[in-house]
């Protein structure tokens, strides 16, 4: 606060003057003057790590991208891992040479940030190829298949006439994929014996699925119906 300094009246003595201004010198003096305060450990460490540059991993010009057409599925361009985030937190499944192939869901994560995560075009073709459309905690999700394995389509059949009966054909799809995660090939059998395989136009795509499972191949059914 700015202070006021009473002066001395007209006709009295000036020798009062000095006085004051000594006084009021000896009162500046008391006042302690500001000094710069030395960084605390935890400040310090505080502008370290603001200093640290942090290695992001940064999506290729290349981005992946999930096809599916026919009875086949396949990934093209770079499917990378650029690290965990809001809605994409789970755990990367990786083959021996290091390729991302799956990824386990966790609570809360959402398609389209798990796609971005791992640098995919079209988030919607992570459903698909996976039979499903909703996605649930701890389910593993196929990001990279096997383009020499044959991939069961989702919505139809290949070759459905206009005017096909989707849904039992989902549905069918739908449990074939459950008992292939869970390695249950006795379910698979049955689902599919009495389920779906009437339900191909082309008996091949049946007889196809069927060696598959006179074989008991799960890692041919979990690509299958991932």
């Not at 593993?140 to 069961?152: A, Y």
């Not at 339900?199 to 979990?222: K, S, W, Y």
Request: overall charge negative.
């Amino acid at each position: 606060m700015e202070q006021t300094i009473a002066m001395p009246p007209a006709g009295k003595s000036a020798t009062t003057l000095p006085v004051l201004v000594i006084a009021i010198a000896a009162l500046a003096g008391c006042t302690a003057s500001p000094t710069a305060q030395e960084a605390t450990p935890a400040t310090a460490a505080s502008t370290a790590l603001d200093n640290v540059e942090t290695d992001e991993v940064e999506c290729p010009a290349n981005h992946a991208r999930i096809n599916l057409g026919g009875n086949s599925a396949s990934v093209t361009g770079d499917l990378v891992d650029t690290g965990e985030r809001e809605f994409a937190a789970g755990a990367v499944g990786k083959d021996d040479s290091g390729r991302v192939v799956t990824y386990t869901v966790a609570t809360g994560d959402a398609v389209f940030a798990i796609a971005e995560r791992f640098c995919i075009d079209n988030p919607g073709a992570i459903t698909e190829l996976n039979h499903t459309r909703t996605i649930q905690p701890d389910e593993v999700l196929l990001l990279s298949p096997d383009s020499s394995i044959p991939w069961v389509p989702y919505f139809n059949p290949a070759g459905a006439p206009a005017g096909y009966q989707q849904i039992p054909y989902q549905l069918a799809i739908e449990a074939m994929s459950t008992a292939a995660a869970a390695g249950d090939i006795d379910s698979l059998r049955s689902i599919f014996a009495n389920e779906l395989s009437a339900l191909f136009p082309n008996p091949a795509d049946a007889d196809e699925i069927q060696r598959a499972l006179d074989a008991g191949d799960l890692d041919v059914l979990r690509q299958m119906f991932a």
